[in-house]
């Protein structure tokens, strides 16, 4: 049985029709001032702009963020919490809820007032988000995560794309997602093993399929243990 039979892959996050629930991961909110860039935090109106385009499009009741908000360790950034709100003020014109789960670089996110960070959402009874950075507290069948930044090479191109993932820790079933960032670098999938993953949850990449989703559609390929001899 597919266990992602039911979602839509857009601009690097996930719809997830039967939860109207948008999923997006690793903004990394303060990485460009942290990296000395010359490019206004939050990579401009770029997050905002694109976050309210897919709310315009899917009408979500609710917006989850799994994990990595913002690029912190100590402090907030200078004009990480202007971004936040930014973006919380999109959700909530939407008339959706923002969730937030915490991811590695999250850990000065309880200083910011408008959010409530959480360790994990229940997105149904079978589905979990979760940063994916460590093992998450619930068992479940289904979890979907960020942390990864998964990008495919195809022809010399680098392209985000999801990773479906089936039979992985516990045999439960993993959907990653790319950043939501552009700033972010992605992590070429192409020869990446288990061992070689940043998540606990991934124990057999050869079992996943890369998705990449363009302008006109999502391109599907076949699981990776099959892909590579031809990549």
Same mark, same amino acid.
């Given at each position: 049985?597919?266990?992602?039979?039911?979602?839509?892959?857009?601009?690097? @996050?996930?719809?997830?029709?039967?939860?109207?629930?948008?999923?997006?991961?690793?903004?990394?909110?303060?990485?460009?001032? =942290?990296?000395? *860039?010359?490019?206004?935090?939050?990579?401009?109106?770029? $997050?905002?702009?694109? /976050?309210?385009?897919?709310?315009?499009?899917?009408?979500?009741? @609710?917006?989850?963020?799994?994990?990595?908000?913002?690029? @912190?360790?100590?402090? +907030?950034?200078?004009?990480?919490?202007?971004?936040?709100?930014?973006? *919380?003020?999109?959700?909530?014109?939407?008339? #959706?809820? /923002?969730?937030?789960?915490?991811? !590695?670089?999250?850990?000065?996110?309880?200083?910011?007032?408008?959010?409530?960070?959480?360790?994990?959402?229940?997105?149904?009874?079978?589905?979990? +988000?979760?940063?994916?950075?460590?093992?998450?507290? @619930?068992?479940?069948?289904?979890?979907?995560?960020?942390?990864?930044?998964? #990008?495919?090479?195809?022809?010399? !191109?680098?392209?985000?794309?999801?990773?479906?993932?089936?039979? =992985?820790?516990?045999? %439960?079933?993993?959907?990653?997602?790319? %950043?939501?960032?552009?700033?972010?670098?992605?992590?070429?999938? !192409?020869?990446?093993?288990? #061992?070689?993953?940043?998540?606990? $949850? $991934?124990?057999?990449?050869?079992?996943?399929?890369?998705?990449?989703?363009?302008?006109?559609?999502?391109?599907?390929?076949?699981?990776?243990?099959?892909?590579?001899?031809? $990549?």
């Amino acid at each position: 049985m597919d266990p992602f039979p039911r979602v839509e892959y857009e601009d690097r @996050a996930v719809w997830f029709p039967d939860a109207e629930t948008l999923v997006l991961a690793d903004l990394h909110l303060g990485r460009v001032r =942290q990296s000395r *860039v010359d490019f206004p935090v939050g990579d401009g109106k770029d $997050l905002p702009n694109r /976050l309210d385009r897919l709310c315009e499009r899917y009408e979500p009741t @609710a917006v989850v963020v799994a994990g990595d908000l913002v690029h @912190a360790f100590d402090t +907030v950034p200078y004009g990480v919490a202007d971004a936040i709100q930014n973006l *919380v003020d999109v959700v909530v014109d939407a008339g #959706a809820e /923002l969730i937030v789960t915490s991811g !590695n670089h999250d850990p000065t996110l309880e200083r910011v007032e408008s959010l409530d960070p959480v360790d994990e959402y229940h997105l149904d009874s079978s589905t979990v +988000v979760h940063h994916g950075h460590e093992q998450p507290t @619930a068992n479940t069948d289904r979890y979907v995560i960020g942390h990864e930044h998964p #990008a495919l090479t195809i022809e010399g !191109n680098r392209r985000p794309c999801y990773l479906e993932c089936w039979a =992985q820790h516990g045999e %439960a079933s993993v959907l990653v997602l790319p %950043a939501f960032s552009r700033v972010a670098v992605g992590t070429t999938v !192409n020869d990446l093993k288990a #061992a070689d993953s940043m998540s606990p $949850l $991934l124990t057999d990449t050869d079992a996943c399929r890369p998705i990449v989703s363009t302008t006109d559609e999502s391109l599907s390929f076949p699981p990776l243990g099959k892909l590579r001899p031809h $990549l």
